[in-house]
């Protein structure tokens, strides 16, 4: 059961606002859950019985929110066959907590509910079991990541089943394997799933080398395909590379394009590395959307280092699922338990994952004495002393610091937030580029600190702001008039790259790619 005690209070009192619709979404579940539960225990039901009682319960809570009935129906509905199967002392509490909740969805509009199926739903509160692969030990969703030291490499991948001997091999030829690593396994049971996901340590290779690979069991079964990928190349500061980066790609249709050009760079070597700024599938807790999407992504994925920071639709069940999917370079830069921030040399440029997502987007650990501030502030001093070996700092993640589109509560008071909190530290240690995403939408500013542009890219003394929330999902719109620190913005969806300079005085190339095929409306929006 969830009790309604298990309500975040801010949820409750209301306390922040901005986390109304997200907390509506929650306590609605926690209502389905609590009828699933009370009838569930009447009919000591099986699971299979509670998932179609849930799948029942769920279709009575969607048809009161279709648009030919009101806001009213619903709280009666909830009150009068949900609130009613408490004990008695507890139903009062549950009205009350009915009509706070209706209350914030008639003046927030529906956030949790909208694009679910009932099956999801009920998977989401684990009442339903959804399972990550088709066949059992054939591997999946295979991925890689650098850690920082070009001679490693992590590999991962996924099974339904356990299975005991999860291993790459790799070698410097097409079918020819000299060298084996085993893999670490994880797993989690949120949302109903049901899978197993592996990560291995690749060591001993080569910088800027191709390796040929597969992954599995020998004693069961390999992957269907061989992959490949170029290892990171030396650390140092003459080192080239290109990188492509965006941020908030779903898995419908209209990622479809972006996906399509970075698989033909991914698969002829255009591009060395992926960065994913937030917002990675939008599954929010639905867990075959996440199986999708790496599916979706493999060929990509499989071949170029893909590094993902967090973003908000990663939130659900405390970010389970970014934490086990992506294995990334914490152990290495952080020690962070959560896996939400970290930090690795790539070539000649030092890049920092952020998260602006604890406590839903307030970021209390980026606030001066915070871990994550006292983590960054210690890793931007140990990065801008070794300019002579790393002369490029980039920082990226989601929620943004600068960005000027019309949607007030991200551009006006979280940017407000985020830069009260970091940008004296960012500005302080010369960080050369912050990649954000979030809104969807590409923008870039002048070189800015506190609002104030400088007109030359020339060894600026503040930082450049980009939003690259451009990866395929719907677009948002500017405010008008344009503020004084933006240089160029567009809402059209994009694959960006990234071609490091060997210059140190000049600022690299940063190349704004449009796919115009999403001037089409054929595409259907996530």
Known sequence: ?????????KCVTRQHSHSIMKCTAIALLCFLALAVSVHAKQYKADLLTECNLCMGVVGDVESYLEANSTYQDLLKFIQNDICTLLPSGDQEKCDSIAETVVDDLESE?????????SFALCSMLSICDVYCCDLPFRPEQVHVAVTGDPSQMVVSWVTGSQVPNPTVQFGLSSGSYSNSALANTTTYEHAGWHGYIYHAMLTGLTPSTKYFYRVGDPEWDWSFTEFSFTSAPKVAPDTEFTFAVYGDMGICDVSDMNVFSLTKRAQSGEIDLVLHAGDISYANGYQPTWDGYFRKMELIMAYVP????????????????????????????????????????????????????KDVGLAPDTKPGGAQYEWLEADLQAANANRDQVPWIVMYGHRAFYCSSDDLLPCTIESTLYRHNLEKLI?????????????HNYERTLPVYKHVPELNYKNPRAPVYTVIGTGGVRTFHFRTPNQVHVATKNTNSIVSTFKQAVLFSAFPFFSWVVNPVFASNILKPC
């Open 306 to 357: 893909y590094m993902a920071a967090v973003g908000n639709h990663e939130i659900p069940y405390n970010f389970t699922s970014y934490r086990h999917r992506f294995r990334n370079p914490t152990l290495e830069s952080t020690g962070d338990a959560d896996n939400l921030y970290f930090s690795y040399d790539y070539g000649n440029v030092h890049f920092i994952a952020y998260s602006l997502e």
């Open 427 to 439: 500005h302080q240690y010369n960080v050369d580029l912050v990649m954000q995403a979030h809104l």
């Open 109 to 117: 509009a529906v956030w949790g509910l909208k694009g679910f199926s």
């Open 1 to 9: 059961s969830i009790y309604f005690s298990s309500l975040p209070q």
